[in-house]
Every structure is written in structure tokens, then in C-alpha cells.
């Protein structure tokens, strides 16, 4: 089992920056793919990034690139989102995403933390 908890989840002016962190417990952390994804009220779960075992690939969503940064800390076992440039679309929950696979852009993820709620205020 891998436990996931996010934070740095807020409400911000649009423009502005928030960095979430996701701690993950329970397994070898690089042994991990690691990804985000995001819901809106009415709206399906959709990806945002993910980011491979070693953090030498990454990809992103299109309305996020250029805006958003995935990276990892394997020595502190965390996750991080650096949103840049925030818009009011960008409001949802934020969750972070746990696989021994690569899923990328897809839902196959086996792990998922509980959320941190992002608002962007226009």
C-alpha cells in the first residue's frame, strides 16, 4: 500500500502561484510513477501531469504547459505541482496519483490521496 497526502491547496488571485506537495508513505518511492490530476464541480477527473520513476520524463496537459512544473523528491519521498500564471479554470481539487506503471495520461493509477482544493479568484 502507498499512502498520499496532499497539501498547499488554497485560494489565490488569478496571476498568482501555489506549489502542492504530495508525501507519499508505505513503499519505495522511486520504485513510483507519479502523476496529478484535477476535478472540477460537474466536470470528469482530468490529468494535469505526471512524472516518471527517476523524474527524467514528464508530461503535461495542454492548458497547463508552460504554466504548471511536476517535479520529484525521492530522498523526501514528495511530489511537487508549481502553478504558475493561475487562471480561474484552474479551480478544482487537486489529487496526486501513485503507479509502479507509467500510466501518463491515463486513469490507471492504483494510489490517489484525498485532495487539496484549489481557487483561483478572477
Known amino acids: 500500500q502507498v499512502q498520499l497526502v496532499e497539501s498547499g491547496g488554497g485560494l489565490v488571485q488569478a496571476g498568482g502561484s501555489l506549489r502542492l506537495s504530495c508525501a507519499a508513505s508505505?513503499?519505495?518511492?522511486?520504485?513510483?510513477?507519479m502523476a496529478w490530476f484535477r476535478q472540477s464541480p460537474g466536470k470528469e477527473r482530468e490529468f494535469v501531469a505526471a512524472?516518471?520513476?527517476?523524474?527524467?520524463?514528464?508530461e503535461y496537459e495542454g492548458s497547463v504547459k508552460g504554466r504548471f512544473t511536476i517535479s520529484r523528491d525521492n530522498a523526501n519521498n514528495t511530489v511537487y505541482l508549481q502553478m504558475n500564471s493561475l487562471k480561474p479554470e484552474d479551480t478544482a481539487v487537486y489529487y496526486c496519483?501513485?503507479?509502479?506503471?507509467?500510466?501518463?495520461?491515463?486513469?490507471?493509477?492504483?494510489?490517489w490521496g484525498q485532495g487539496t482544493q484549489v481557487t483561483v479568484s478572477s
Open positions: 508505505g513503499r519505495t518511492f522511486s520504485n513510483y510513477a
Open positions: 512524472i516518471s520513476w527517476s523524474g527524467g520524463s514528464t
Open positions: 496519483a501513485a503507479d509502479r506503471t507509467y500510466w501518463g495520461t491515463r486513469y490507471e493509477y492504483s494510489y
